[in-house]
């Protein structure tokens, strides 16, 4: 059986796009899936045995792992709310998070402090999620400082 050149043509062209969504997807794994029993406390540990910060100069400022199973994180971008970006989805329900900030580097480690809340959540998705973003103000339904700053002159015009 004989392959024609180009079939072979076609055949790179189509897979090569799935194996960067999914080298991609791995890293969104590797940086923001959490384990259903990681807590706040575990943030040095599993960003340091991760290799979050590996190839980086500094610590990175902050670093949120979700609380649930990789099916649920997929679901938001099947299911969530479609941004008008049309690649960011914020998430219909709440999910457990960990918010781990930077605190201190000790001698060649990082050091986390990890705070545990159950919030929305953004994601950019291409097929699966690449990329965790933080909901600006005005998405949550609360108002930017924008906002408030306005309505604080308005109220004080009357």
């Known amino acids: 059986m004989k ?3 180009s079939t072979v043509i076609l055949l790179l062209v189509v897979c090569a796009p799935l194996s960067t969504y999914s080298q991609n997807y791995e890293a969104f794994k ?3 899936v959490g384990r259903l029993k990681l807590t706040g406390k575990d943030c040095t540990a599993v960003i340091e045995n991760r290799r979050i910060n590996e190839n980086r100069k ?4 902050k670093n949120t ?3 649930a199973t990789e099916d649920e994180i997929k679901a938001i971008c099947k ?5 008008q970006d049309g690649k960011t989805f914020i998430s ?14 000790e001698g060649d480690t990082c050091k986390y402090n990890g705070v545990e809340e159950k919030k929305t959540i953004a994601l950019t998705c291409e097929l699966f999620p690449v990329h965790y973003s933080n ?11 924008k906002e408030t700053a306005l309505n604080n002159g308005k109220k004080k015009k009357s």
């Open 65 to 67: 792992f979700i609380m």
């Open 3 to 5: 392959i024609h050149q």
């Open 79 to 83: 299911d969530g709310k479609p941004q």
């Open 58 to 61: 500094n610590c990175k400022p």
């Open 135 to 145: 909901i600006p103000a005005k998405q949550k339904g609360k108002k930017t400082q």
């Open 30 to 32: 590797n940086k923001h």
């Open 92 to 105: 219909n329900t709440e999910f457990d998070v960990i918010d781990c900030t930077f605190d201190k580097k």
